[in-house]
């Protein structure tokens, strides 16, 4: 599948090369279409227009605007005006004697402001591009109790993640794309012979970078790379951890780790959420599946995992 993001000044050009579909001159090949448009993301709140236009690399005999499955346009350009939310699927197909060519964009049209979330669709924050969709949540407490928190204690954020069909993507996908994308957040990772899990998790709430200490050793956002702190067993567990002032952590090993919650198959967001039995590199992830990450005590007596304050949920900005 193919993408492409063109300035506005090509579409011109894209235009004219349609054109060419009345030359008497037969076609040297099969065309290859491409959905120019400007540039900008597709991730747009309802209102947004855009305007797409053909560009193919010979004489055309056919084009064909599909959204969401239904034909729209046989013209060289189609506005697609951002309205019910969710994913939507803008296909276009071009041909002419000697054979077929598509290109194909998603659009995700999500609510217009960060906030409390009930469905996939008020996510704000997206990574990726394809049909399928999955969400990151993580919850961090600020105060002591972290079993039963209260409200005010907890600061929770999740973010959306897309992936093509015929594509298969994990929750340590997930984990790594969106760190890598969104400067706010940082993961921990540790690799053992039980393989790649997350041991703590760094949100930079004041967008001025953070540090991390037990007191002896320290680590700041140049230590990670693409959102990411990679590192290998080696009896350092991330445990009594403090983190500067505006920000947010969670984390640990040994007094604390890092829970991992599942809930699949719902496009609107449920009350109550699995305990995973899988790592994260071990979760295949599907579409309108939810991942979430809560604090709990290590306490073999009393083993309790504190269910994510899913009433507490907020979109990423």
């Known amino acids: 599948m193919k993408h492409i993001n063109k300035a506005i000044l090509f579409m011109a050009l894209a235009a004219a090369a349609f054109t060419a579909c009345d030359d008497?001159?037969?076609?040297?090949?099969?065309?290859?279409?491409?959905?120019?448009?400007?540039?900008?993301?597709?991730?747009?709140?309802p209102g947004t227009t855009y305007e797409l236009t053909a560009q193919t690399t010979e004489s055309v005999?056919?084009?064909c605007w599909l959204l969401d499955g239904g034909k729209v346009s046989d013209a060289a350009s189609y506005t697609f005006t951002a309205a019910d939310l969710g994913v939507h699927e803008i296909i276009l197909r071009a041909g002419n004697a000697l054979g077929e060519d598509a290109d194909t964009l998603y659009f995700n049209?999500?609510?217009?402001?960060?906030?409390r979330i009930s469905s996939v669709n008020d996510i704000t924050n997206w990574t990726?591009?394809?049909?399928?969709?999955?969400?990151?949540?993580?919850?961090?407490?600020?105060?002591?109790?972290?079993?039963?928190?209260?409200?005010?204690?907890?600061f929770s954020r999740a973010w959306g993640y897309r992936w093509a069909d015929g594509e298969e993507r994990t929750g340590l996908d997930m984990l790594k794309a969106v760190a890598a994308k969104d400067?706010?957040?940082?993961?921990?990772?540790?690799?053992?012979?039980?393989?790649?899990?997350?041991?703590?998790?760094?949100?930079?709430?004041?967008?001025?970078?953070?540090?991390?200490?037990d007191g002896e050793h320290s680590f700041t956002q140049t230590d990670f790379t693409n959102g990411v702190y990679e590192y290998?067993?080696?009896?350092?567990?991330?445990?009594?951890?403090?983190?500067?002032?505006?920000?947010?952590?969670i984390g640990g090993m040994m007094s604390a780790f890092a829970c991992?919650?599942?809930?699949?198959?719902?496009?609107?967001l449920q009350d109550q959420f699995g305990e995973s039995q899988l790592s994260a590199g071990l979760r295949i992830l599907t579409d309108n599946s939810w991942?979430?990450?809560?604090?709990?005590?290590?306490?073999l007596e009393n083993p309790v995992n504190p269910q994510p304050k899913l009433h507490l949920l907020e979109a990423a900005e």
């Open 183 to 213: 400067p706010r957040l940082f993961v921990v990772l540790m690799t053992s012979q039980y393989g790649t899990s997350p041991v703590g998790f760094v949100y930079d709430a004041d967008g001025d970078g953070f540090e991390i200490t």
């Open 24 to 45: 008497d001159e037969d076609p040297a090949f099969a065309p290859e279409v491409t959905i120019s448009r400007a540039e900008g993301s597709t991730s747009c709140v």
């Open 232 to 249: 290998e067993d080696n009896d350092y567990y991330f445990d009594g951890i403090t983190i500067s002032e505006g920000d947010y952590w």
């Open 109 to 115: 049209v999500h609510k217009a402001e960060a906030g």
């Open 260 to 268: 991992y919650w599942n809930l699949d198959n719902s496009a609107d």
């Open 291 to 299: 991942d979430a990450w809560t604090l709990s005590v290590f306490d």
């Open 128 to 154: 990726g591009d394809g049909a399928n969709r999955s969400i990151l949540a993580v919850q961090w407490v600020t105060g002591a109790e972290i079993r039963n928190p209260a409200d005010n204690e907890v």
């Open 61 to 63: 005999d056919t084009l």
